[in-house]
């Protein structure tokens, strides 16, 4: 029910910095967990992290931990993504999920994905 749009994607060099955002249609968002996953060329949709409904607990997948970080705004309906020293690794299409409860790196317990954005990481 609610809609989901990513955006901030784009092309830079290894050791530069990207923010993506994921905007919800409502503020029906601040029910939900939000997950952030990617899908790299040739490989299977990966977890990176999840920010739970308030806020108040992040998870990231130990190949972004350090580097990347989620935050989110209730009041505006949002959540980011900030990557910090990307990799060209990190290329990928990402996406951002809702949950019903917490936080999971199982990317079958969400639903509400986005059109997703793509990151590309050149060396």
């Known amino acids: 029910q609610v809609q989901l749009v990513e955006s901030g994607g784009g092309l830079v060099q290894a050791g530069d910095s990207l923010r993506l955002s994921c905007a919800a249609s409502?503020?029906?968002?601040?029910?939900?967990?939000v997950g952030w996953f990617r899908r790299a060329p040739g490989k299977d949709r990966e977890f990176v992290g999840a920010?739970?409904?308030?806020?108040?607990?992040?998870y990231y997948a130990d190949s972004v931990k350090g580097r990347f970080s989620i935050s989110r705004d209730n009041a505006k309906n949002t959540v980011d993504l900030q990557m910090n020293n990307l990799k060209p690794e990190d290329t990928g299409a990402y996406y951002c999920a809702l949950r019903s409860g917490g936080p999971d790196p199982d990317p079958s317990k969400y639903g509400n994905w986005g059109q997703g954005t793509q990151v590309t990481v050149s060396s």
């Open positions: 409502d503020r029906a968002f601040s029910d939900y967990a």
């Open positions: 920010i739970t409904r308030n806020g108040r607990y992040t």
